[in-house]
């Protein structure tokens, strides 16, 4: 009986030693839920805030994006712009603009638009200077109608020319999110 506690004793310690050695894996960094994208404008002299908002609470589920605009653009403007990102499948609502934040160098957002309505330049940089987009400006052009797109791209290529300029051509990555929203410009 002796023997037999004994080499209980001893399979065990043997599992916990093998079982927690360096080859085990490394828990991986799951990629944020994000339902809610949310740009708040606010021309540069004036107070009247334009919101642009692209919601899907079901994520890639059967409903699209419910995607709004507050209103219209001022031609030759120039817009404070600041951007939310949130996680409503949680209660309260889950800020995830702060994990974008602290992972700035994971993280960028690329603003496109068509017929040149709006040329955006970064106002918020990572830990390295490159850019992140979280606080941006966005200046319209003449009148017009046309897209904006928001896209926020998980570990792009982030180099001091290229991507980091705001070019998504080249920037590879994941696309956490990527909202488009009809615009007008008058």
Wanted: charged share 15%; glycine share 8%; aromatic share 6%.
């Amino acid at each position: 009986m002796k023997n037999f506690k004994l080499l209980t004793l001893l399979f065990i310690a043997t599992t916990v030693f093998v079982s927690c050695n360096d080859s085990d894996p490394v828990p991986v960094n799951e990629e944020e839920v994000i339902t809610t994208l949310i740009a708040t404008l606010t021309p540069q002299g004036g107070v009247t805030d334009i919101t642009l908002q692209s919601q899907d609470l079901d994520g890639d589920g059967p409903n699209a994006p419910v995607i709004t605009v507050s209103g219209n653009l001022a031609a030759n403007t120039t817009y404070n712009g600041i951007l939310r990102v949130l996680n409503e499948t949680e209660t309260p609502a889950e800020n995830v603009t702060l994990e974008v934040e602290s992972e700035g160098d994971e993280h960028q957002f690329f603003f496109t638009s068509d017929n040149n309505l709006v040329s955006s330049a970064y106002t918020d940089m990572d830990a390295n200077g490159r850019p992140i987009g979280i606080t941006f400006t966005l200046t319209t052009t003449n009148a017009g109608t046309g897209n904006l797109t928001i896209t926020l791209r998980h570990e792009p290529v982030k180099t001091a020319t290229g991507v980091s300029a705001g070019d998504i051509t080249n920037a590879g990555g994941e696309t956490d999110i990527e909202a488009t929203f009809a615009i007008t410009v008058q």
